[in-house]
Structures are given as structure tokens and as C-alpha cells.
T-cell receptor, first 114, second 114 residues
């Protein structure tokens, strides 16, 4: 059962444009939603995270928008740069469980063209 | 560099064999997580250990096992290997065993089963 669905699978954006990646989840017990960035040959690295008590969180050029009623959240990358070219994963976890394993979306391969 | 180390970087073996992947968490982190990344299944949580004890279990096959030692390093043992076990195996660590604390990923071990 895929509990976190991510789209699109791939995305091509011009330099300076806005990249938007969307995720939808099924389990309403999820209460922590991080985004990870992965470059080829590297492990995923945390980019930004949000909890469902806020609708938006911004860190630099990266913004998460969260819609609790729709069970959706998205990552916006403003002023996209070639260095942002990577694979992005949304994830979700339940923070009050004994463990806090991450359930990942399928990933989005972003290419930013110069 | 996340501070999480994994060895070996690459592993090539044959079907039916057994291998051991090793992970050293960041200094001070008590939790270790194992994830499998494959083309068809994406990033999937396998198992979590916290301070030497199993904390959570995901879609880990019975042929796979893990443990965390007193010095907090962890090993993932994969036995009776099949072609479908070929994947990237990531270890992550975090300071706590639960809650929305950031997980830091290692560079991964690429396993190829021939």
C-alpha cells in the first residue's frame, strides 16, 4: 500500500522558474512531513519539514504548503537553479509512535535548465 | 557529509550468498534506521534500532536481519540473496527514538546480486 503518492515523476524547469512537486497521503495519523533532496551517489538529505498545525513554511527559496483537509502538501522551489537538479522525496511519519520511520513518496527527478 | 558512515560502498555477490552491511551513526545519535532504495519500490523503511534494541519494523524480509551493538554501530545481514535484492541500502541515524527529529542518511551501500 503506497501511503504517500508523489507527482510528477520528473520535472524540467528553466533557470529562474518555479518548481512545484506535490504529495498526497492517506494515513491521517501522519504528523510530520519532511522533504529530502538526493544527489546522484549520495544519501537523501533533509531540505525542509512541516507539521500539520501550520499551512506554510518557508526557508530561503524553498516553501512547503500544507493542506490538512485535502491531505496534500507540496514543495515550491523559487528561482530554481541548475544546482537544484536532484531527486526530491516527500515523506511522512507519525511522531508519537515508539519509532518514527519515514514513509517516502516515489520521488521526483528535477532538472533545471540553464 | 552527514556524519553517518557506511561500508562497503559497493558489494557484488551471487544469488544464495550472505552479506553484511555496516553502519556507524553520527556521534551521539542513539537511533539507527535501515532503508532500501530500488527502482521499482522506491525508498522503503526496513528496521529501526534505538540504543541497542529493535524499535520498529517495516517491510523487512525474513531473510534479512539487523542488530545494533553497544558502541551503537549497526549491521544489516542479508542472506539467501536473490536477484531482486539488488538495491541501494541506506542507513540513517537520529538523536532520539521517536518524535520528528531529523534523520541523517549515510552515502549508502550499492548491492548487486548476480
Amino acid at each position: 500500500q503506497q501511503q504517500v503518492k508523489q507527482s510528477p515523476q520528473s520535472l524540467i524547469v528553466q533557470k529562474g522558474g518555479i518548481s512545484i512537486i506535490n504529495c498526497a497521503y492517506e494515513n491521517t495519523a501522519f504528523d510530520y512531513f519532511p522533504w529530502y533532496q538526493q544527489f546522484p551517489g549520495k544519501g537523501p538529505a533533509l531540505l525542509i519539514a512541516i507539521r500539520p498545525d501550520v499551512s506554510e513554511k518557508k526557508e530561503g527559496r524553498f516553501t512547503i504548503s500544507f493542506n490538512k483537509s485535502a491531505k496534500q502538501f507540496s514543495l515550491h522551489i523559487m528561482d530554481s537553479q541548475p544546482g537544484d537538479s536532484a531527486t526530491y522525496f516527500c515523506a511522512a511519519s507519525i511522531s508519537n509512535e515508539a519509532g518514527n520511520m519515514l514513509t517516502f513518496g516515489g520521488g521526483t527527478r528535477l532538472m533545471v535548465k540553464p | 557529509d552527514s556524519g553517518v558512515t557506511q561500508t562497503p560502498k559497493h558489494l557484488i555477490t551471487a544469488t544464495g550468498q550472505r552479506v553484511t552491511l555496516r553502519c556507524s551513526p553520527r556521534s551521539g545519535d542513539l537511533s539507527v534506521y535501515w532503508y532500501q532504495q530500488s527502482l521499482d519500490q522506491g525508498l522503503q523503511f526496513l528496521i529501526q534500532y534505538y540504543n541497542g534494541e529493535e524499535r520498529a519494523k517495516g517491510n523487512i524480509l525474513e531473510r534479512f536481519s539487523a542488530q545494533q551493538f553497544p558502541d551503537l554501530h549497526s549491521e544489516l545481514n542479508l542472506s539467501s540473496l536473490e536477484l531482486g535484492d539488488s538495491a541501494l541500502y541506506f542507513c540513517a541515524s537520529s538523536p532520539l527514538g521517536s518524535g520528528d527529529n531529523e534523520q541523517f542518511f549515510g552515502p549508502g551501500t550499492r548491492l548487486t546480486v548476480l
